[in-house]
């Protein structure tokens, strides 16, 4: 993928400037939609990637087909990135073709920024955002109340108006602004991990319903539950707890997937209720 | 109870929906949470749905798309936990048990999508060749339409037109079993809570999961914002009172950045 022959043509044409207008923005977030719409295991997001960027590059290059077909076939190498986050990315990039950088620097930007912007995307919207709303909307939703999923879905869609807001980000901001904002979102992310630690030890707590149902015969008098008089007298959820730190070991230690996690808890539950220990 | 020729449509059409959005994870509808809700509306009990689909979000919880990995099928879990509820009667816990076979099955169809969706590459190659923006749009909308189908056609086979079978299955089912299955469904949230805490917890952090363990232990709460609250206050406490180390000594605390990166 050499750029070096069709950049060339630039120099000429650069009183013949096309600049983005806001609504060019909003329409680039709609675009933004396709992301993943061939998400597959070659380039994952890249053609995407490129789609998403496609109609307002076309713009931009309105006169200037080589380089477009070059720009297009650039974005379609390796992708992925946090869809919400996406658009910071696709503003900056739109920027830098915008404003005529070399092809070669505004793919080292892309390839340099979308691991990154990856794990802040996920730790916001993945690791501190659904757990809270997973705390709040499932508990009630599960006690048999509408508000949980119907605060839930408007959450995500004010969730997806962030992206115009992303995108106009990356658009005036530059690639400079990338650590910045990473600084910045250091205070946030540490609170964000408070909260989010604080609601998962209550989930623990609230949730997960396991309990055993053995009784030890004691000489004469009543038989000893095992689960009143022992676990319940240390801590209540004690078993839950512990279910739960066990799964964190299975994963972590010895890289067992979720989708075995599942079965097993299914195998090891139905063998547990047969033997009428829960 | 029966689920009529409209119902199986009308669910398909909604799996259709949520499906389209399961690929581009856009508006989050694929979550159990609104996925089974919804399937309720459509049933004639949206309370049963949500109170299957709350408890499988919970499940779920941690079970994410990070890094291009595909878990098993949010969307389908929530789904057919929905309709084990409301037609087969079931508890919420059970219905989610009979949902995973589903779910894991759905999950694996993705993952043949996915390495399947490799021949978009060479169709999206030709017509960057030929500098076809709208072709190249199209094929993404197509990659789009094309997974919601799949997830509607999935889910149309295993509510509307295998539904005998199933229950002959479910009538089956002896009661040993039927209890496993819903302990095991009540044991399920452990694990979105524990993948939820491969990645959030870091031992500076512990005493907050366990104030929050403690709190939820031994008072009743409706619902867990009275505790997301509790740690709003430490959030804040943290932010107001504990930054003046940092301030003092700036460079140590960058160099330290970060050094607490534990985990489990």
């Known amino acids: 993928m050499s750029e070096s022959n069709v950049m060339t043509t630039d120099i000429g044409q650069a009183d013949n400037e096309t600049k983005l207008t806001k609504r060019d923005l909003n329409k680039a977030v709609w675009y933004s939609i396709l992301l993943q719409g061939t ?76 691991g990154p912007l990856a794990g802040v995307g996920d730790s916001i919207f993945w690791f501190t955002l659904l757990p809270i709303m997973v705390g709040i909307c499932s508990s009630m939703a599960v006690g048999g109340n509408l508000l ?97 730190l066990l799964i964190c070991f299975f994963i972590k230690k010895k890289n067992v997937s979720p989708t075995i996690i599942i079965l097993g808890i299914l195998v090891m539950c139905v063998a547990l209720a047969r033997l009428g220990i829960v | 109870m029966e689920i009529s020729l409209l119902q199986g449509v009308m669910i398909t059409i909604w799996a259709i929906i949520a499906g389209c959005d399961y690929q581009t994870e856009a508006f989050f509808i694929f979550r159990p949470i609104t996925v089974a809700t919804v399937t309720g509306i459509l049933l004639g009990d949206p309370i049963t749905g949500a109170m299957v689909g709350g408890l499988t979000e919970l499940a779920f919880a941690g079970l994410t798309m990070v890094g291009g990995t595909t878990p098993p ?58 500098i076809d923006v709208k072709g190249l749009v199209s094929i993404n909308i197509l990659g789009i339409l094309l997974s919601g189908l799949v997830s509607g056609i999935f889910v149309f086979l295993s509510t509307y037109v295998i539904q005998d079978t ?91 950045g970060g050094d607490e990166n534990v985990g489990i």
């Open chain 2, 166 to 256: 199933i229950d002959a299955i479910i009538g089956s089912i002896p009661e040993w079993l039927m209890h496993g299955l819903e302990v095991a469904g009540g044991v399920m949230p452990a694990l979105g809570f524990a993948m939820l805490l491969l990645v959030m917890f870091k031992v500076k952090y512990a005493p907050f999961l366990i104030v929050g363990f403690l709190l939820a232990c031994f008072i009743e709460f409706k619902n867990l914002l009275p505790i997301a609250l509790v740690g709003v206050a430490f959030a804040m406490f943290n932010y107001f009172y504990g930054r003046r180390d940092d301030e003092a000594q700036p460079i140590a605390a960058a160099e330290n």
């Open chain 1, 148 to 244: 949980g999923p119907i605060l839930y879905f408007i959450v995500y869609i004010a969730v997806f108006c962030t992206r115009f807001f992303f995108i106009r980000l990356g658009y005036n901001t530059g690639a400079k602004a990338v650590s910045q904002i990473g600084e910045q979102t250091k205070d946030l992310s540490v609170g964000a991990s408070i909260l989010g630690n604080t609601v998962i030890g209550a989930l623990i707590a609230t949730y997960i319903e396991f309990s055993v149902n053995v009784s030890i015969p004691v000489g004469e008098g009543d038989p000893l539950n095992l689960q009143e008089a022992f676990f319940d007298m240390i801590i209540p959820n004690l078993l839950p707890l512990l279910i739960t």
């Open chain 2, 73 to 130: 099928d949010p969307l389908v879990a929530g789904l057919m936990g929905a309709v084990f509820a409301i037609c087969g009667h079931m508890s919420p816990t059970n219905a989610l048990a009979l949902a995973i076979p589903f779910c894991i099955l759905s999950e694996y169809i993705h993952i043949l999508m996915s390495t399947a969706y490799l021949a978009w590459n060479r169709i999206g190659a030709k017509m960057i060749k030929s």
């Open chain 1, 39 to 114: 998400f597959n295991y070659e380039n994952y997001q890249g053609l995407g990637w490129c789609a998403m960027l496609a109609p307002t590059l076309k713009k931009l290059f309105k006169d200037r087909p080589d380089e477009l077909r070059q720009a297009l076939s650039d974005n379609t190498a390796f992708f992925n990135t946090q869809p919400v986050v996406s658009t910071f990315l696709q503003g900056l990039t739109l920027s830098m073709y915008e404003g005529k950088e070399k092809f070669s620097t505004i793919n080292n930007v892309r390839l340099s920024l979308f």
